[in-house]
């Protein structure tokens, strides 16, 4: 068995089936941002936008907002072009087993926990953008509008479209904090319609081969069995998938959830 001990572990919170599905197709799916379990993702990031427009009373983006009452929609008309997959660096974390494994129910859940430098390998071998945390402070997200358009004087517009559609990848509600959330975000090519995604399970996904990470097969470091997940059921699925190869630290929640 391989060793983790210096490993740094991002967590893919899912459901035994799904385990099964990646593993067979060797991906994980990316999703569309509206499809997400924050009812104002993306519209946090106009949000952010208008509250750092008057906080910093910059006139350029209080020009906009008043010269452009539909700015709100456009821009997020362009959130048809951003997908995400979500990681956790929560471990064993009880709200993300009720969310995501739907134990309440009896749901059969599983984490997968990726090394990160394989996912950030994964990333390179296919020109996505890399893992990285997602924001939960307001105050931060100004920050970051004020480094992209403190000083932008030239194609305003079109730069804060940009702006806000950035921050739309990494800015959460301060509600979804315990979540602890990192995410690789996906560019979508757009001429009208999406050109390269899929329609999976009803839904827009686009799938990131795993089999571009360098260190465990697949990034696949840890799998943990979630707490309404049996011992046996993790092991009949790590003797079938990898046999006799190195296979990942495997072990079952310690939260004794009944």
Known sequence: MIDRRKSEILWHYTSLDTLYKIWDSKSLLASDIRDLNDRKEWKVAFEAFRSWSQKSNNPAALKLLDDNPEFENTAGNQSNRSMVVS??????????????????????AEAIGFEKKDLISICKAQTIGEPGKCVYEMEIAHGLLE??????????????YFAVWQLAHWLKDKGFSDEAEWRIPVPVEYDGHRKNVGIIGNRFRYPIDLQGAEIHELGIAEIMGGPTTSKELLAAFVENAYGKRDFPKTETSSIPFV
Do not use: H, P
Not at 88 to 100: I, K, Q
Not at 147 to 160: M, S, V, Y
């Open 147 to 160: 480094d992209q358009l403190g000083k932008q004087t030239e194609n305003f517009e079109t730069a804060a």
């Open 87 to 108: 990681f956790s660096a929560r471990r064993d974390n009880l709200s993300m087993w009720r969310v995501y494994g739907n134990i309440q129910n009896g749901g059969k």
